[in-house]
């Protein structure tokens, strides 16, 4: 409404306010005639009658500001007496009305309009009542010494510029002057102000978050969800389901728009990075009137929204239920879950209900606002419907709360309210569920039955909407607690009303209903504003959404994010490995725009894959995708590559930790340390230990660009479990598991970098941990372990490399113990007798170099059987057993083996050609094993790799040009080297392919090999399979040399054979053959 030549709006609602608050001064103007001045107009009119200034003054307001009780009073021919003193008193309220500011400016033209000329007795008339009013008012005991014109005109007067101030001033001070009635009344008015002045435009950025704070739930019951075994593993991957298939044709360059379409790869590729649960935003039928509204708003392109359906079917654009099945159990055999919304707020405007039972929804019959037109198309696919959103709609100049439903078989037209959260505008393609009615909440729980049937994880849509204390301030407001929904002030309800309608929690009943009929199903709310802890402690959801990790920590809000998880761990630690952890969501911008793609970024996943709860990651997020998808895209606009750099530090930094969530999904074992710098805490850092039965974790985080240095020694408080308002803390080194004893030590591996860290358990007792870390860098402890140093290994390792990182540590120890081996083998080390050995394994050696290399083991063997019995416990249990060395045999071996070289450079096939490199380490180490008692080729190994040649020989490694992994290679070989013979009769040698057979089923054998079976077949490494062929032919020579056994042909014939059998041992022996014969 305007007034005539202005271009302002009158406010309806400060409209209505000037109206209660006309009728609250007529209400308190009699109650306070009532207490002494009840006949004041009366003996006041005489005087006014006999002046013709005041008389015409008087007859001139009521004509131009007529009342029209009065003008019905005056046909019935009522005493002209008494109607002259109602139209004094109403004069009198005018004048009250005109000393108010606030009024004035809301209804002027209803007031006070501009150019209306009074008449001059006007101002004596006022002056008038007003002297007598003053002299004469002040007995009644409600005035407090005030008369009536200062008493009601005092909120004006204390609140000139706003209404609202004062009726809120009113209902404070004057309560006991009103009756229970224009109370509410002035509520309501209140309200409706307050929905007129709520700014409902696109909301701005987002104000600080509140620290999670559980002062409203200490009087809330507990009564968390069970979890199934596989719930806390969870990590889950979300995509957009349209856009993800767009994507995907893309990349594997062919048409791919169904769900049974997805290529096998990108489901490996899930498994392989840790994902165990599938969130497909966008399965359901979508409205057709949400796709046609974003149309004519300017999109041709947009699709539906996500979240305004039609029904509870897969849409039949993406294979419907068919092609969902197929992608479900290739998921299944993966470990993969999918996940799916469910939207219970809501359903698109034209959703099926609508039609149906428009019961369901919250209506009226009227609009709520004069305003509203419905003259835009007709959205309706339904031809006994018609369905129009409000006209401004499609040029953005208002965001209406209501479409228009015109059932047309009987001409009902119903106003029903989109969906709304009360936070800025109305999601204009859906209409909003009413919780009151229970056939709607016995409807919805049936549609979840429904969901759950088909998806183990259920994400509900925005579910904290659905909260008893959110459905009553959303949609049916206390008086004077209306608002945050324009046109719902005319629905105030009181608590006992509202709580009749609906008793209980919705989702407690849902839950409870879910854990009875479909049992193993993990449900996930959508829940902000400070619900978390209740929707999980008290309504039962298996998780809730966690957006303070997402907002805190992109924002470095450290204290704040730290300081909720304190309150969390005092109030009740079960809440914390509820939440769901999330770096963005599809509302929210993306990854890689609010933390970068460094240092920073991988710091907070890190985080992300290391708290309690479920990690969830966004589409595009691992790839580096900068594009943030709506809702209503059905493909990405952007042409975007995978980040490989982004991709590939995933693969280092996190993928492995999500591998291994059971170490931090749960918070039996989960304690908070404050890092402490010279008595001041660094809230940057986030430190936190963390594990599984035995097995601990630490994580230490740096939140912020600058270095930063401090020490962890004891936890923050944390609820004992099972006790009620108790708490306790924990010492670092008791939270790790670790015994206060002199001689332990505590082995850290750091999973960011790979090094291992050493530290005496003591020191860790009384100091705590010292440490600094740079700017955002994240350091991931785990296989954390207390040794006991019975040897003195670990004191001697410990005070090389203090606190500094061992790139190996068990090999680090293990040669400081092997050191008085390694000295008794210094000889054998030098690179003398290596070139010595070398001669022999090329065939260039000469009789003296083969005595001069039997000399110097024969000096070594006597130093071993000289020493060994002082060696310590523990290096002998290392070694096994001392043997006495068969001098004339080996000898004799020395020889067969010279020989042997020497005739195969003549022979025009050099069999070991490709391995002359290996053959000279490997006879070295065969030497080097001699002096030790080994039973089988898996012992010779065994004591192979426990006095790791690869370190022992190092300098002869490097002459053979032999990496490390290839000279412990060449060292199992020389175990089969030194065993192998034992293993064949000389009866078997005449058959290579027996022979080859009887080792393959040696396992120390079939590891060497890596003979492995896949899909029904037998497979071998190729180049493994020849060395295992040579050094097998040179065993069996040594042994069988005097009986003539010929280790070229041997080695030849089962050569051939390997180059035509493709891989597969059963082919190199002849086994497939053999079944065919059978056959």
Known sequence: MKEEGKSEFVSAAKLHATSVLHLLYQTVLTRLMAEGQSDFFTRKINLINSNDELKKALDFYSSVFPSPVLEERRKKKESPVLLEEEDSRAFFIHQIMLNNPAMISACRAFINPEGLVYPAGTASLASLLSAYIKDESRNGKALEDEDFFTLLTKPARLYPNSLSEQIKYIIREWAHLLPDYLIDILKQALDFIREEEKDRGMPGPPGPMPVTDYSEEMNEYEAFSDDSNWMPRVVMMAKCTLVWLDQLSKMYKREITRLDQIPDRELDLLKERGFTALWLIGLWERSDASKRIKNLCGNPDAEASAYSLKDYDISSQIGGWEALDNLRQRCKVRGIRLASDMVPNHTGLDGNWVYEHPDYYISQDWPPFPSYTYNGPDLSNNPDFEVKIEDHYYDRTDAAVTFRLVDRRNGKVRYVFHGNDGT?????????????????????????????????????????????????????????????????????????????????????????????????????????????????????????????????????????????????????????????????????????????????????????????????????????????????????????????????????????????????????????????????????????????????????????????????????????????????????????????????????????????????????????????????????????????????????????????????????????????????????RSRNFYLAIKKIADGVSTIQDERAMLLTCAEVYTKIAEVYPSFDDVLKAMLGDYTEVDAKLMIQEVKTFSSLMKRKNANALNIWADFEDALSFLLLVSVALRPFKMESVADTMKVADQILPEHMFEDAAKEAELEKDDARLASHAAAIFLKAGDMISYKETKDPVKVLSILAEDDAVKDFAVINEYQGIKWYNKERMQLLILVSALSLKLKYHKRGFDSDAFASILLNREMKSEYQLDRLLGKDKEEKDEK
């Open 424 to 828: 800025s505008m109305p999601w204009n393609d859906t209409a909003q569920l009413d919780y009151l009615n229970p056939e709607t909440r016995e409807a919805v729980i049936q549609k979840i039955i429904h969901v759950a049937k088909n998806f183990p994880i259920i994400r509900f849509d925005a579910a904290m909407t659905l909260a008893k204390r959110h459905i009553q301030r959303l949609w049916y407001p206390k008086l004077g607690e209306a608002g945050d929904i324009a046109g719902r002030a005319a629905h105030s309800m009181s608590n006992e009303n509202f709580n009749a309608s609906i008793p209980n929690e919705f989702w407690r009943e849902v839950v409870d209903r879910i854990a009875s009929e479909v049992p193993d199903t993990l449900l996930l709310a959508e829940a902000f504003w400070m619900m978390e802890g209740y929707f999980v402690r008290t309504l039962g959801m298996h998780r809730v959404y966690n957006s303070a990790f997402m907002n805190m920590l992109k924002n470095q809000e450290n204290e704040k994010y730290r300081l909720g998880i304190k309150n969390t761990l005092v109030f009740e630690p079960e809440i914390l490995k509820r939440y769901v952890n999330f770096m963005n969501n599809p509302d929210e911008e993306t990854a890689i725009a609010q933390f970068g793609d460094g240092d920073r970024y991988f710091g907070v996943a890190t985080l992300l894959a290391t708290l309690p709860g479920l990690p969830m990651v966004g589409h595009g997020q691992i790839e580096g995708y900068h594009e943030k998808y709506g809702m209503e895209y059905k493909r990405a606009y952007w042409d975007e590559r995978p980040n490989d750099y982004l991709v590939g530090e995933h693969y280092r930094r996190i993928f492995p930790l999500f591998k291994r969530r059971y170490l931090f999904s749960n918070v039996e074992h989960f304690n908070l340390y404050d890092c402490y710098d010279n008595g001041r805490v660094e809230e940057s850092v986030y430190a936190y230990v963390n594990g599984e039965g035995n097995e601990r974790t630490l994580v230490l985080y740096n939140n912020r660009y600058e270095r930063v240095y401090g020490n962890i020694k004891t936890s923050v408080p944390k609820k004992v479990r099972g006790k009620e308002n108790e708490t306790r803390t924990i010492q670092l080194a008791d939270n790790l598991g670790l015994s206060f004893r002199a001689r332990r030590y505590v082995i850290f591996e750091n999973f960011s970098d790979g090094l291992f860290y050493l530290m005496p358990s003591i020191k860790l007792f009384e100091e705590g941990l010292s440490f600094s870390l740079n700017g955002y860098e994240s350091r991931v402890y785990w296989n954390i372990r207390e040794v006991e140093d019975t040897d003195g290994a670990y004191e001697i390792l410990y005070n090389t490399y203090h606190e500094r990182g061992i790139r190996d540590i068990n090999t680090a120890i293990a040669l400081i113990r092997l050191r008085p081996l390694y000295s008794l083998f210094d000889i054998m």
